[in-house]
């Protein structure tokens, strides 16, 4: 008995054979139940970066559907309704109160359900439903692969332009594309790796949030530039020819690498080092790629520069600069159409009061240049490794707002599309409600999805793309998203 005071009640069980072999059976089930678990476990997957090289190409982490990334964001929040989105329902009841009583949204209560201000037809061998809104991007419903179950956190537009281009409501987290430029490196040595277009107007609500990489490296932060406004003090003054110049900047590099030599290991300096390095090729390069001169009349012309809206002209020749950026190798570039420095729906999409004076004033600005970017892509073959993308921040009521005439915020289901490399084309994913109201709960889908799907097809796994900050491990998609592997070819 006193030998039985040094077991517990479950080491005298054991002392028994049948309890011992039925406690280690189920002792080994745990044992194989926890290793699986581990082998599901998401560990994070950081790029191997040179300071020295921080624009090095890098591998994805598995085959990438595409190597580059152009983005088009519509600021200030395009009307689904108006566009993309074809309600019949929504037709049927024009004038007529929306069920469920008094409605009130962002800026107040809502009047009565409103029609499409657009007539919307059956377009290319597919027959999808747009809108007469984008006449020329609408010719092209075949080459895109819809997403109408899009849903946003906010219905503001700062918070939400800032979770479509970082992933979070929040300022402070990098944009997706030094999130890209931090995985994959660069394509070229001597542009940048991640280039963002503001519109001719100015730049949207949250401006360098979009191509801000926040607590990355800031080598992987954007380079903003614009087809009118190229990148400042490129040209060499006269005074000094290029000879002299060359030669100045082979002694400079000399110095670097001595520099170098005798601080190894410092990765601060390794990384000022390479990008002044990285500027100074661009002072080369940045000039040709901006130089729209070299382009023929008629690619001119198919895009509109020589448009006499001279904001539709400043718009095509920032699509003609994206085209040209994304041919000389640039791994992702984000192209802005409308901006708020004019105020609601000046010259953004903003269209709370009077929806279709202000659309007729928008739509033609984007149309005909981003629809003759995207024939152009696919002529060149650039659509086979490049990924596109038609973002806003969210959508818009199908009421007109009480006394207005226009559409309120409505982040509770929108449109977005995709085209090119790796997706599905024609083709339609989810579906909002009669009305275009909210996305139908069995494929609702998040900015954390379309961000998750982005990565994917550039051959990233979103859960694992990660960089330790603050003592968390940060992803752009933080902790939620899905590929949506029904539109990945």
Not at 105 to 116: A, H, S, V
Not at 252 to 279: C, F, I
Not at 369 to 395: H, I, Q, S, Y
Request: glycine residues 10%.
């Amino acid at each position: 008995m006193a030998s039985e005071t040094f077991l517990s009640h479950a080491g005298r069980h054991l002392l028994n054979r049948r309890a011992f072999l039925q406690h280690g059976g189920t002792g080994l089930g745990g044992i194989a139940l926890a290793s699986l678990l581990n082998a599901e476990e998401k560990t994070p997957l950081r790029p191997v970066i040179d300071a020295a090289k921080p624009f090095a190409p890098r591998k994805p982490h598995f085959a990438p559907k595409a190597t580059k990334v152009l983005v088009i964001f519509c600021s200030g929040a395009i009307s689904h309704l108006d566009s993309f989105d074809y309600k019949p329902e929504l037709v049927k009841r024009d004038g007529q109160p929306m069920p469920g009583g008094k409605l009130v949204t962002f800026q107040g209560e809502q009047g009565n359900l409103t029609k499409p201000l657009w007539e919307f037809k059956p377009r290319g061998k597919s027959g999808k439903m747009v809108s007469d809104l984008l006449p020329n991007l609408a010719e092209l419903a075949d080459e895109m692969c819809f997403i109408h179950s899009m849903t946003a956190k906010s219905n503001t537009h700062g918070p939400a332009e800032n979770q479509m281009g970082t992933g979070f409501t929040l300022d402070g987290f990098p944009s997706m594309g030094s999130w890209v430029s931090y995985a994959l490196g660069s394509e070229t040595q001597d542009l940048p790796s991640f280039v963002a277009i503001p519109d001719p107007r100015g730049g949207p609500q949250v401006g360098p949030n979009h191509w801000n990489s926040a607590f990355l490296p800031a080598v992987f932060q954007g380079t903003a530039f614009t087809a009118d406004k190229p990148i400042p003090h490129l040209n060499r003054p006269a005074s000094i020819n290029q000879d002299n110049e060359a030669a100045t900047r082979d002694f400079l590099k000399l110095l670097n690498d001595k520099h170098l030599e005798q601080n190894p290991g410092d990765t601060d300096l390794a990384a000022r080092v390479a990008s002044y390095e990285m500027a100074a090729k661009m002072q080369l390069r940045a000039a040709e790629v901006a130089d729209l001169t070299r382009e023929t009349k008629t690619t001119h012309t198919a895009y509109g520069t020589d448009s006499a809206n001279k904001t539709m002209a400043g718009f095509a020749r920032n699509c003609l600069l994206a085209r040209r950026l994304l041919e000389r190798g640039v791994r992702f570039v984000q192209l802005f159409n409308g901006a708020y420095a004019m105020g609601e729906g000046v010259g953004n999409w903003d269209g709370h009061k009077t929806l279709k004076t202000q659309y007729d004033i928008h739509a033609p600005i984007l149309d005909r240049p981003c629809a003759a970017l995207l024939k152009d892509l696919k002529t060149r073959g650039l659509l086979k490794d490049t990924l596109v993308a038609f973002v806003t921040e969210f959508g818009r009521m199908p009421t007109f707002q009480k006394g207005a005439s226009g559409r309120d915020h409505n982040p509770k289901g929108f449109t977005v599309w995709l085209a090119g490399a790796g997706v599905k084309a024609p083709f339609s994913y989810g579906s909002t409600d009669e009305f275009g109201h909210q996305a139908l709960p069995e494929n609702a889908t998040s900015i954390y999805d379309l961000h998750a799907t982005m990565l994917h097809l550039l051959g990233l796994d979103h859960e694992r793309l990660s960089f330790y900050h603050n003592g968390i491990d940060r992803r752009l998609t933080d902790v939620h998203g899905h590929v949506l592997s029904d539109l990945v070819v």
